[in-house]
């Protein structure tokens, strides 16, 4: 195994999703556990679309995985389909739907069945005066055009006609065929090229609150089309995260990134514990002793070595969601695992912040406290999921 130094100086990104990191001040020490081939980091800009940035990088990873070489498929594609789907939904729901930018993974999932996908070349999703994504004028426009139909009980033909004029305005028109790599497609002949077969991603997630081994739905805003995922104990949901990262297939990961513990900025995410714990003298953790619980919290959130985390259980992960602790605010990528110098094992994680808003090219590493505490759903591909775990859901 490669030991590597977690900096904030360090770290440089090439096209396989690999990355190197150098020694200095930081305290952060990590072992490569298993890290898996993927596609360079992107970057969604102002835009919600986290849910498609992450699915399209998990999907751009399976398409390496399958030996099908690398490719750069256009997230903008399949959002302007979600969002075709959502303005339909909210319709039909008499405006009580959703028509925010956020979605969940199954929304790349429909897109990619109904209308095929293209790559990013063939379709950048930017037709307006800007070098990155931006959909807040968009989407204020898809909200007016949706409210006027709903008043009038009606979507006339001029609805139909200034829909496909907004998103051809602000994305670009649809290409009915195109060339790639010496061979013309239509994106659904090029969807079937690629071989990705959307019945094979299984959502996993788990609350205590519904039956394990069956599926629900899982209450959150952005879970608009009411997707069921199947429901597992907090220790298997995490056993198929390190059994699918330690066979080479990579997860796409929904969770809350809004605690102060989660800091793309210095590269990694974690679930500091707080309380009076067991003697720690003699350990890498000696310097909390006699530290209060201010104390400790200000030393774990310098981010400056690793810290005592919390032993997350099914009943702690359980009250940050029903206290609207736990939120689901992003989807990212897991490529990998590594541990650090005291053992604790943290996940290789690709953001879709672009590569300049931390000096990790884009990557941070997120602890097993963290996943384990703020974790929504996993997806994975189904041969990722142990033997043992499969039976138990019918799969």
């Known amino acids: 195994m490669k030991t590597t130094i977690l900096t904030l100086a360090g770290l440089l990104c090439c096209a396989s999703g690999t990355f190197a990191q150098e020694a200095n001040k930081s305290g952060y020490q990590f072992t490569d556990v298993a890290r898996i081939n993927v596609t360079p980091v992107k970057n969604q800009a102002s835009t919600g679309t986290c849910w ?31 969002y075709m789907n959502q303005l339909q939904d909210n319709y039909i729901r008499r405006g009580k739907g959703t028509l925010g930018q956020g979605s969940l993974s199954n929304a790349f999932k429909n897109a990619f069945n109904e209308v095929g996908i293209v790559p990013e070349e063939v379709y950048d999703g930017i037709n307006y005066n800007s070098d ?10 898809l909200h007016a055009i949706a409210e006027v139909a ?27 065929t195109f060339t790639y790599r010496g061979k013309e497609y239509t994106p659904k002949s090029f969807a079937e090229s690629l071989g990705l077969k959307m019945d094979d991603y299984i959502e996993i997630t788990s609350f205590t609150h ?22 597992l104990p907090l220790d298997e949901m995490i056993a198929v995260t390190d059994y699918a990262l330690t066979n080479g297939y990579t997860i796409c990961w929904d969770g809350d990134v809004s605690e102060k513990g989660f800091s793309h900025k210095n590269g990694v995410a974690i679930n500091p514990e707080v309380k009076k714990t067991e003697d720690l003298s003699g350990t890498d953790f000696a310097r909390w002793q006699g530290m209060d619980e201010k104390a400790r919290l ?35 990528h897991l490529t990998g695992i590594v541990k650090d110098q005291n053992g604790t094992k943290y996940y290789i994680t690709k953001n879709s912040w672009g590569t300049e808003r931390n000096n990790f090219g884009g990557y941070l590493n997120m602890s097993e406290s963290y996943v384990r505490a703020k974790t929504i759903y996993i997806l994975v591909h189904k041969n990722g999921i142990p ?3 499969k039976k138990k859901l019918g799969l």
């Open 387 to 389: 033997k043992d775990i």
């Open 298 to 332: 200000e030393e774990a959130y310098k981010f400056a070595a690793p810290c005592p985390e919390v032993n997350v259980t099914p009943e702690i992960r359980q009250a940050g969601y029903e206290s609207f602790v736990t939120t689901d605010d992003h989807l990212m």
């Open 132 to 141: 990155k994504h931006n959909h807040r004028e968009l989407n204020q426009y």
């Open 52 to 82: 498609c940035f992450a699915t399209t990088s998990f999907m751009e990873a399976e398409l390496l995985r399958m030996g099908k070489g690398e490719h750069d498929l256009s997230e903008m594609f399949i959002v302007r389909q979600k």
């Open 150 to 176: 709903i008043k009038n009980k009606h979507r006339s033909p001029e609805y139909d006609k200034l829909i496909k004029n907004l998103f051809d305005t602000y994305l670009g028109e649809l290409p009915a």
């Open 210 to 231: 519904h039956p394990y081994y069956q599926q629900f739905a899982p209450e959150v805003p952005d879970n608009w089309e009411r997707k069921l995922m199947y429901n």
